[in-house]
């Protein structure tokens, strides 16, 4: 069976919510993200669904060019699943997206972690909760915390993650573009 390659991005988008959750953690990166390709075309997470309004967050898809991103620092990293991991992590992706508006951010969830008391809601998580889940539900890893308690510094520690990049998420998807062969990587420090 052939393997295939998955990525996890871990940001820091310079955000009120996500400068409150850094001063908190005390950690580089607070807002995680699961990826299929290496140019980041194709990107999941649970945060905001408007630039301007933290309070209206959900199931995302992500565009890296999109405002919140632009002056991003980031680390991301790779891991090599089975073809059948990553079709059981599509699966459940495409049912959160088919049933998006049913799906809520878990801001009641933050509060859980900060207490290290498990706050779990029908369709709501919030973004390291939802990355944890993917991992969990394509059976990549399956010896793991409850996903309501794993923050977004905890996700490159549940599996065999391999840090490609670290730096100025701009910087690497410029790189990406002209330098890199997908699935040719090197770590690169900006």
Do not use: W
């Amino acid at each position: 069976m052939r393997n295939e390659k998955l990525y996890l991005l871990l940001t820091d988008t310079g955000t009120l919510l996500n400068k409150i959750i850094k001063a908190y953690t005390k950690k580089p990166y607070n807002h995680a993200s699961i990826a299929f390709d290496s140019e980041l075309k194709e990107v999941y997470s649970f945060g905001r669904k408007t630039a301007r309004n933290p309070f209206i967050g959900g199931f995302v898809r992500e565009d890296m060019n999109s405002v919140l991103f632009k002056h991003a620092n980031c680390a991301i990293y790779s891991l090599t699943v089975s073809g059948g991991q990553l079709r059981k992590i599509k699966h459940f992706i495409q049912e959160i997206e088919k049933h998006k508006e049913d799906y809520h951010y878990n801001f009641l969830g933050l509060f859980g972690v900060m207490l290290n008391k498990p706050i779990k809601r029908k369709h709501a998580y919030f973004c390291s909760q939802f990355v944890a889940s993917v991992l969990k539900e394509g059976m990549v890893i399956d010896d793991m915390n409850e996903p309501s308690l794993i923050k977004p510094a905890d996700l490159p520690y549940l599996a065999d993650f391999q840090l490609i990049f670290e730096g100025n998420l701009q910087n690497y998807r410029s790189r990406c573009m002209t330098k890199i062969v997908p699935g040719s990587f090197s770590v690169i420090s900006v």
